[in-house]
């Protein structure tokens, strides 16, 4: 399948209908770009850019392992191994998941969860954005399966650091991942932040399960790809 006749499908799976599957980027096809590009928050401009790819990648409707098998690689800004999500990279999430704490939900985590500030307060989930919301609950299901409620809590997941927060990075003027909602901290007080290996918690070998869960979704762990940090993974490449 080519770009086009994916891109055509995407859309057309999305609601946006564009004519027949053809290939043929036609007024039908632009239309179609144009009212999602409307819908998700992006440039109206009709053009099937990287941020309309990733939002079409990213967008709550699942793709068949079939379809899966024929993406694209459209971009190289964009991931394209086929067994995970593409997210954007960090210099592109606005255009993608829109305005800074907008669009959230509420997500459950499936084990005992508790503040990281104060541990006699339970939490039910955590905020995170509509996009990346259906990923994370897959990410918690598969965390769930693979550990014990004893490994969860010898690994520090039951310690909640929060996710939605918008805020300013450290040290900088350009907005945290956590702004979106698309960055999650676990355990802050054993994987500070400039903690190496192996003095961070989540850098020891009975996380790498934890991390390659993570991974199989296309979300970034600042720990393994930069060894600072090991507390926060995000929903977007660097």
Avoid at 67 to 91: C, F, G, I, M, V
Avoid at 174 to 192: C, E, F, K, L, T
Avoid at 199 to 221: H, N, P, V, Y
Wanted: hydrophobic share 40%; aromatic share 10%; with cysteine.
């Amino acid at each position: 399948m080519k770009f086009e006749q994916w891109l055509q499908s995407r859309l057309t799976a999305h609601g946006y209908a564009c004519g027949p599957i053809d290939g043929v980027i036609g007024n039908a096809t632009v239309r179609a770009i144009k009212a999602f590009e409307r819908r998700h928050g992006l440039p109206v401009d009709g053009t099937a850019d990287d941020a309309v790819v990733a939002a079409l990648r990213t967008s709550s409707s699942v793709l068949s392992d079939a379809e899966k098998a024929r993406l694209p690689n459209r971009s190289p800004d964009l991931r394209t191994d086929t067994d995970r999500r593409t997210w954007p990279r960090q210099r592109d999430v606005r255009k993608v998941f829109g305005e800074v704490g907008t669009r959230q939900v509420k997500v459950k985590v499936p084990w005992d969860l508790f503040l990281a500030w104060d541990t006699n307060v339970q939490v039910s989930g955590m905020t995170l954005h509509e996009l990346v919301a259906p990923s994370a609950e897959r990410i918690f299901a598969r965390i769930k399966q693979t550990y014990s409620d004893e490994q969860i809590r010898q690994l520090g997941l039951h310690l909640f650091g929060g996710s939605l927060n918008v805020r300013r990075m450290r040290g900088g003027n350009a907005y945290s991942m956590h702004s979106w909602g698309i960055a999650i901290d676990w355990d802050p007080v054993r994987n500070q932040l400039r903690w190496r290996r192996p003095k961070a918690r989540l850098s020891c070998a009975d996380a790498d399960r934890f991390w390659k869960i993570w991974q199989d979704e296309g979300w970034t762990s600042l720990g393994q790809a930069r060894d600072f940090d090991w507390m926060h993974v995000q929903a977007a490449g660097l």
